[in-house]
């Protein structure tokens, strides 16, 4: 008993033959395409097969076709917008990594400022010495304490600069990715735009 065959997609099919593919293959693809309303895998399958190999087949067609001034004009608008979007990051970096020197800057002349008040202090304190023993101890203690928050306070100063500095690099970074992708998408359009014109011109 012979085997039924599914449904068949007439438009697919006409539109198919039109379009230079041979009668059994049309056949195959019209039919599957109308099992995947039914949410038959097998159908799926197939009609994701053909569509690849249609799309391998539009790539290589217009690989070897020779740019046109359309293609072009699309290439070169896509390399000036991806330009713009670097040039754009690039001056975003550079104003961050100054605004980040200009923190690390401060905080050196901060620490400088704080020990030069610690030392004072130490001097300061130094010269009740002659009060007692007990004054000394007490002079010791504030200058060491002085020194160690001054250095905590450059520490910490510090580290927030190259937290910012890291950041930057990394928005940065994300901007440059951002831009190849738009490219690439440009590209994409394009490459689509021109396997449309080809399969109409030869419809």
Do not use: W, Y
């Not at 359309?70 to 991806?82: F, G, P, Y």
């Not at 100063?157 to 490219?183: E, N, Q």
């Amino acid at each position: 008993m012979a085997k039924k065959k599914g449904k068949l997609d007439k438009d697919l099919f006409k539109q198919l033959r039109e379009s230079g593919v041979r009668k059994s293959v049309a056949d195959q693809i019209a039919r599957a395409s109308t099992g995947l309303e039914a949410g038959k895998k097998k159908a799926e399958k197939g009609v994701r097969e053909a569509a690849e190999n249609f799309r391998s087949l539009t790539a290589e067609l217009e690989r070897r076709l020779p740019i046109g001034e359309d293609k072009k004009a699309s290439t070169k608008s896509a390399a000036a917008s991806t330009r713009a979007s670097a040039t754009k990051a690039k001056a975003s970096a550079g104003s961050t990594a100054r605004k980040a020197k200009t923190t690390a800057r401060s905080a050196g002349s901060a620490a400088k400022s704080t020990g030069r008040t610690a030392k004072a202090g130490a001097k300061r304190t130094a010269s009740t010495r002659k009060s007692g023993g007990s004054t000394r101890a007490a002079a010791k203690r504030g200058a060491k304490s002085t020194a160690s928050s001054a250095r905590s306070g450059a520490k910490r100063t510090t580290a927030t600069a190259k937290r910012a500095a890291s950041t930057t690099d990394r928005s940065a970074a994300a901007k440059k990715a951002a831009a190849t992708r738009k490219r690439n998408a440009a590209k994409r359009s394009a490459a689509a735009k021109k396997g449309a014109a080809s399969r109409s011109s030869s419809s």
